[in-house]
């Protein structure tokens, strides 16, 4: 276990390990990759830093992670690597299947000022959140709850529209995925059901006879 991350950051990647779909782990881990720069900002100014995160996620994962990583993964890099300082937190998370790194990083967020990239935090901080959420409760949660949670952590400062209300899937890691599946789950059987149907036209279709 890589305790510099804490233990959310664990259950993330056991979450990760058990999406089905490969273009939906990569998604997941690069996400979860940039989360780890920015709770271990100090690895920023290391020579090849996104390798040795990648790694340090192959680590994590028991070697197990299944994806389209931009570098080749590999567990000896942080084998050898000296092990880090780990604090110890004094302070209870408000929510604990968020922990306070997911505080830490709300507070960044509140801090950007330009509207575009604020909006682009809120959304990135809300998948995270989501993500964590399922992993840690085993269930499912709608993008409303998840902000409201943003909404205590950050005191009200964080906030956005969500199109759909309890439909929205903005905060959804790869939104399009599950949509995508249940559609062709069901043409199918709408064709097979239209072919029935057709079929069942022609056995009841009067027959003529010959003049």
């Known amino acids: 276990m890589l305790r510099e991350y804490g233990i959310n950051v664990h259950n993330l990647v056991k979450y990760i390990l058990t999406l089905d779909d490969r273009a939906h782990r990569t998604r997941a881990a690069q996400l979860l990759v940039n989360l780890m720069a920015r709770l271990n900002p100090s690895i920023g100014s290391v020579q090849d830093a996104q390798q040795k995160l990648w790694n340090h996620l192959f680590v994590m994962a028991d070697g197990q992670l299944d994806v389209d990583a931009p570098f080749e993964l590999s567990a000896m890099e942080y084998l050898n690597d000296k092990p880090q300082r780990v604090e110890i ?5 408000k929510f604990k299947h968020y922990g306070k790194n997911v505080e830490a990083l709300v507070q960044k967020v509140s801090e950007i000022e330009n509207e575009d990239e604020r909006r682009a935090g809120i959304i990135a901080l809300g998948k995270l959140m989501k993500a964590l959420y399922k992993a840690y ?9 998840i902000l409201s ?3 205590i952590l950050s005191q009200g400062k964080l906030n956005i529209e ?18 995508q599946k249940t559609y062709s789950q069901k043409e199918p059987q709408q064709q097979q059901h ?8 022609q056995q009841h279709r009067p027959k003529h006879k010959n003049q």
């Open 194 to 201: 239209k072919h029935k149907k057709h079929g069942q036209h």
């Open 89 to 93: 937190p004094t302070k209870v998370p």
């Open 137 to 145: 409760n085993k269930d499912t949660v709608s993008d409303e709850v």
């Open 149 to 151: 949670e943003m909404k």
């Open 162 to 179: 969500l199109t759909g209300g309890e439909t929205s899937t903005l905060f959804d890691v790869s939104p399009g995925i599950q949509q």
